[in-house]
């Protein structure tokens, strides 16, 4: 168990729909980190918030979008999904986030599905 | 250009036996990290080991050990007396420690490798 939570495990909802993922840091850790894997991409960081301002952007489309609030925990929305948005999203903590040898620990990911 | 490339799709050991899993990373910052995490059929993200750019000894993390050859750009995993556990899909990661304004603390990801053990 790295510590980090994400909610819900599984989702699965249809296109157009938006959705919210849930994800509370380890302990102590200030910064948050969101990626998708997919198949054909395979894992992709997609956004970055450190105490609750967003540090780094990486391939996220503009229908989502993301924040971090006062007690660490984020949300990742998604929004007028598509099928091609089914993947699995994970959910990293680590300590600051602003050196290279900060180690992520992942949560155990919420398995998107649009039908 | 990929910055993390795996060039093992899949790979098999038997039980008790060691494997390589290699991993080449490209990068032109002086300080990156170098990770590797496991990814069973469950889906989690585990941590494994991490080498920084300026250590000067090979990471070591119990049966877990990098090889990390600075030179030749390769951070390659061992896995000594390999377990059936231990089957899963492995990841390289880098992360560079320079900061343009980008995104570069995120991690990059090789494409995997999938490691069965057979008993």
């Known amino acids: 168990d790295s510590g980090v939570t994400q909610t819900p495990k599984h989702l699965i909802t249809a296109t157009g729909q938006r959705v919210t993922l849930r994800c509370s840091p380890r302990s102590g850790d200030l910064s948050v980190y969101w990626y998708q894997q997919s198949l054909d991409q395979g894992l992709q960081f997609l956004i970055q918030?450190?105490?609750?301002?967003?540090?780094a952007k990486g391939n996220i489309l503009e229908r989502f979008s993301a924040q971090q609030f006062p007690d660490l925990h984020s949300e990742l929305n998604l929004s007028s999904l598509e099928l091609g948005d089914s993947a699995l999203y994970f959910c990293a903590s680590s300590v600051d986030g602003t050196r290279g040898t900060d180690t992520q620990y992942f949560g155990p990911g919420t398995r998107l599905t649009v039908l | 250009a990929q910055k993390i490339t795996q060039t093992q799709p899949g790979m098999f050991v038997q039980e008790k036996e060691a494997v390589t899993l290699d991993c080449t990373y490209d990068t032109s910052d002086p300080s990156y990290g170098l990770f590797w995490y496991k990814q069973p059929s469950s889906g989690e993200m585990i941590f494994l080991i991490y080498?920084?750019?300026?250590?000067?000894q090979n990471a070591t993390e119990g049966r877990y050990s990098l090889n990390f050859q600075k030179a030749r750009k390769s951070a390659n995993l061992v896995i000594s007396a390999s377990q059936l556990g231990d089957s899963a899909m492995y990841f390289c990661a880098m992360r560079e420690d320079s900061y343009s304004g980008g995104s570069n603390y995120k991690l990059t990801f090789g494409k995997g490798t999938l490691l069965t053990v057979n008993p």
């Open positions: 080498q920084g750019s300026y250590d000067q």
């Open positions: 918030y450190y105490n609750g301002e967003e540090r």
